[in-house]
């Protein structure tokens, strides 16, 4: 490699005037060095490169808390065993409950299946348990409900149909032990004021392009997201019933609710980090048409239960400085 750096004196010497060209050549070699050992550095940290500066708490001796996957299905088994296939190997899940609300109970093959599943693919024999909620009603508050005897401080709420590589979730768990107060997760979503609209403020719910235009949220979905498992309690027990209500009877916005509540218990906003999305099934209930002007009829109705907007805009956006080349 010097050699190679040093021939390039030929090229340059025209540029660079005789005086001090030595010790130029020998700062743009520097750079170029640190350059490529920066380069190798970054393409080998991922797997276990400059092991002297790993600072993961995997190699202490204290136990780590984990997380508990909490995932909401309806009627795809087969979406519901690719996830929790893949999840069961993530390093940090501590157990995995299953929202159920199908009339019929799960079936014996299913469970058996994820068992054996999560047997296969869990690291180093760790114990994860796996446990169905069976719930009568079929209202998407259940995807909510407390859980007494929750293992970990912390959920990470999921659908069937989308799948995060570990290390993206385990990144997001990290971000959310920062701020344990904040939902965190991977899809969000922003408010505006109607401009248009007379009178009292009135809101508009907004989709990806807007977040993506404008850099600024407001809400994190609860479809990839983690929050402390405290919210569940609050939205089973403290929030409005007033509000459960409406998001049974619209079958929807269960998850601005849970946006509003944790908005309303801490005054800030939550914190997006970025990640790569999978999608394993097909789309969803965001896809058919009206659905913009139904989740803002849910947020003006929300606002209305609060006696104001609790939601608070950021722009501020977690991203793993592992994949990041600029600083
Ligand atoms: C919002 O938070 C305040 C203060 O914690 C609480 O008193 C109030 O009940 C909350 N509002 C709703 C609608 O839950």
Redesign the pocket.
Known sequence: MRSSLFSRRTIRQGAISAVGSAKMKLLFGCCMLLTLIMLASRTAAPYGGWNRYDVSPRGSSLPRKGYTLLINTWKRNDLLKKSISHYASCPGLDSIHIVWSEPNPPLKSLIKFLNHAIKVNSKDGRDIELRFDINKEDSLNNRFKEIKDLKSDVVFSIDDDIIFPCATVEFAFSVWQSAPDAMVGFVPRIHWVDKSYNGQAAYIYSGWWSVWWTGTYSMILSKAAFFHKKYLSMYTN???SS?REYVTKNRNCEDIAMSF?VA??TGAPPIWVKGNIFEIGSSGISSLGGHIERRSECVNHFVG??RGM?LVPTSVKAVDSHYTWFW
Request: no cysteine.
């Open positions: 403290e929030m409005p509000i509540l309303n218990a239960e609060y609790p």
